[in-house]
């Protein structure tokens, strides 16, 4: 679903598009339409008690427009009030302040490094697990190597050393 906000005569896709001057306006005419000063569940707005500039609304029921927000049922008011209520209480999210060029440099040499890091480490982990299982290939009985059990621990070995070799590959051509 496409959602567009028309604001002060301005459209936006959405909330990320705003300015943040513009944002914070439209968040404070958005929790004017929740506002509920009787305390019936339902936004003073939807009962045609409320007040709010700026916002055009039209709401249409099985295809046809409601001209009187009094006319609907309690159960559609309750329902659309709230919605209107879920939508007010979202927080309208802030736009990111700009990140420095040093600070983006550091994080990306730490980045850089703790991946070699784990790289490093994985490689080992892989080259000691096929080298525990050759060991074990070749302190086994005879009785578990003519049961395939040399066979299964082999793959095992072979798929250690893939990774090892991966995981060196990759710590190459991350230091290009």
Known sequence: MQSRIVFNGKEYAGLEEMPDDVRKEFGTRLA?????????GVPDLLEGKGNVTGFQTSISVNGRPVENLKDLPLPLRLLMGYAVRRVAATPIPQSPPPASEAVLRRLDDTSNALGALLYGISALAGAGL?????????HMDTGSRS????????????????WTVGCLIRLSLRRR
């Open 32 to 40: 004017q339409l929740a506002a509920d000063a009787d305390g019936s």
């Open 130 to 138: 096929a080298t525990i299982g050759i060991w074990i290939i070749l």
């Open 147 to 162: 049961q395939g059990g040399a066979f299964y621990v082999g793959i095992g070995v072979v798929i250690a050393l893939a």
